[in-house]
Nanobody, 112 residues
Framework: QVQLVESGGGLVQAGGSLKLSCAAS????????MNWYRQAPGKQRELVAG???????NYSDAVKGRFTISRDNAKNTVYLQMNSLKPEDTGVYYC??????WGQGTQVTVSS
């Protein structure tokens, strides 16, 4: 059974940092395209960052230069380091493996 478990969310002031984790079981993150999405209240879920099996990364324009996606194959975990957080980064952050599997999400709230 595949599970993706996100953690690391919380409440932070604008300008602060958080590091999200997505721990996978039942699949190997090293051979999957792994992505972070977020959904703000009343808005559609949007892609934030992704990392391919070969290690190539991509970011939305909204987070480029502030967020970094990485992967630890030994821990079978994907991370999202979020710096210089803004109130508009508030939302539920989800981990996705390939196009098939989703985590349950972790709440990030950035206060102004």
């Amino acid at each position: 059974q595949v599970q993706l478990v996100e953690s690391g969310g919380g409440l932070v002031q604008a300008g602060g940092s958080l590091k999200l984790s997505c721990a996978a079981s039942g699949i190997m993150v090293s051979v999957r395209s792994m992505n972070w999405y977020r959904q703000a209240p009343g808005k559609q879920r949007e892609l934030v960052a992704g990392i391919t099996s070969s290690g190539n990364t991509n970011y939305s324009d909204a987070v480029k230069g502030r967020f970094t996606i990485s992967r630890d194959n030994a821990k079978n975990t994907v991370y999202l380091q979020m710096n210089s957080l803004k109130p508009e980064d508030t939302g539920v952050y989800y981990c996705r493996a390939s196009v098939t599997y989703w985590g349950q999400g972790t709440q990030v709230t950035v206060s102004s």
